[in-house]
């Protein structure tokens, strides 16, 4: 059973970096094909894709954030975090990650984290 | 505004059929791109509900079915629950910037 969970910190303050991490289990960042994703939610919005990481270290940015933010993995520890920089009260959201298979549900995230809420305010 | 367009809202009775719509474009789904389906109950994760425009992942009721055509997909939901009652968001690739993108969310309401 493959589960996700993300962690970080809940409260922010303007231009402060935000980094939150994924845990997951169920399955191996280094198997070929599986990926890992964060995308966030304000509140009473849409999803909003952030960026994504590959079992190969690809990594792939929404082209709106990428110059905040970096992924990275650590397979021996089965956590992929993200950090994003210059926090902006617009990025008050629910920051989900999750899971991505290329051989059996190419390009849709399959299964998800349940989010953890980031609020950013001065 | 969302790349891929999404009716705000759509209703029905119980036991009755609706359709969401997602409109895209040729840098998206018009490209070939395939489109996905989740469905979001009120304070949880989104759950994918279709993949691959057509296909369901194990457990999802076949009540739920998507198509794709040209730049625009479809999901429909026959037999309404009041369960279903939840936001529906679709997602696909967008090339020109590269990155995936979602709809901006339906929410179904089961009168």
Known sequence: QITLKESGPTLMKPTQTLTLTCTFSGFSLSTSGVGVGWIRQPPG??????????????????????????????TSKNQVVLTMTDMDPLDTATYFCAHRDRTVTPDAFDVWGQGTMVTVSS | QSVLTQPPSVSGAPGQRVTISCTGSSSNIGAGYDVHWYQQLPGTAPKLLIYGNTNRPSGVP?????????ASASLAITGLQTEDEAAYYCQSYHNSPRGWVFGGGTQLIVL
Do not use: H, N, V
Request: hydrophobic share 30%.
């Open chain 1, 45 to 74: 919005k849409a999803l909003e894709w952030l960026a994504l990481i590959y079992w190969d270290d690809d990594k792939r940015y929404s082209p709106s954030l990428k110059s905040r933010l970096t992924i990275t993995k650590d």
């Open chain 2, 62 to 70: 076949d009540r739920f079915s998507g198509s794709r055509s040209g």
